[in-house]
T-cell receptor, first 109, second 118 residues
């Protein structure tokens, strides 16, 4: 079957750095996405990785290792507004988007 | 950036009535649109995939006669919840994708529609 695993919840301190991991087992791979979702709102696109390595976008970076079926989202200089759920999703061989259950990130002052 | 709108943002209706939700891609043509529902504290659940000009493909367990999807143009898809019941109350979210490789395969989400059926 197809499976995406990410931690259910994480807590971090304002101004710190946090890394949210995602491991996947899918039938084929055509890219991995990270989305941010605030409570009661729709997801917003953060990043897309299809090749191995690190993609940096401001305070957010996303890393991919296809051989390990692994990705992480790195958030630097955490702000209170970063409190949200972070969803990992993978395109399988049919371009079907397989979703993780999401990681709820709690930021404390 | 790619913008997807949804209308209405929220709707309250009586049991037995039908509700139509619109999803529009505002600055790109979406060959494929997706409809999701999300219950509180749960992840997104794909309901159906619609391609412009063809019938929608429904996920297992989703009643196609209850959730009618019409992808009439490259910028508009509609979801109609027919004979809505309280258990249909949920957060319905659409997304749109323009195939083309790289970031253009990204799904961009509408803001969602919160449906409450009394």
């Amino acid at each position: 079957g197809q499976n995406i695993d990410q931690p259910t919840e994480m807590t971090a301190t304002e101004g710190a750095i946090v890394q949210i991991n995602c491991t996947y087992q899918t039938s084929g791979f055509n890219g991995l996405f990270w989305y941010q979702q605030h409570a009661g709102e729709a997801p917003t696109f953060l990043s897309y990785n299809v090749l191995d390595g690190l993609e940096e976008k401001g305070r957010f970076s996303s890393f991919l290792s296809r051989s390990k079926g692994y990705s992480y989202l790195l958030l630097k200089e955490l702000q209170m507004k970063d409190s949200a759920s972070y969803l990992c999703a993978v395109y399988d061989s049919n371009y079907q988007l397989i979703w993780g259950a999401g990681t709820k990130l709690i930021i404390k002052p | 950036g790619a913008v997807v709108s949804q209308h209405p943002s929220w709707v309250i209706c009586k049991s037995g009535t039908s509700v139509k939700i619109e999803c529009r891609s505002l600055d790109f043509q979406a060959t494929t649109m997706f409809w999701y529902r999300q219950f509180p504290k749960q992840s997104l659940m794909l309901m159906a995939t619609s391609n412009e000009g063809s019938k929608a493909t429904y996920e297992q367990g989703v009643e196609k006669d209850k959730f009618l999807i019409n992808h009439a143009s490259l910028t508009l898809s509609t979801l109609t919840v027919t004979s809505a019941h309280p258990e249909d109350s949920s957060f319905y979210i659409c997304s749109a994708r323009e195939l083309g490789g790289g970031d253009t395969d990204t799904q961009y989400f509408g803001p969602g529609t919160r449906l409450t059926v009394l």
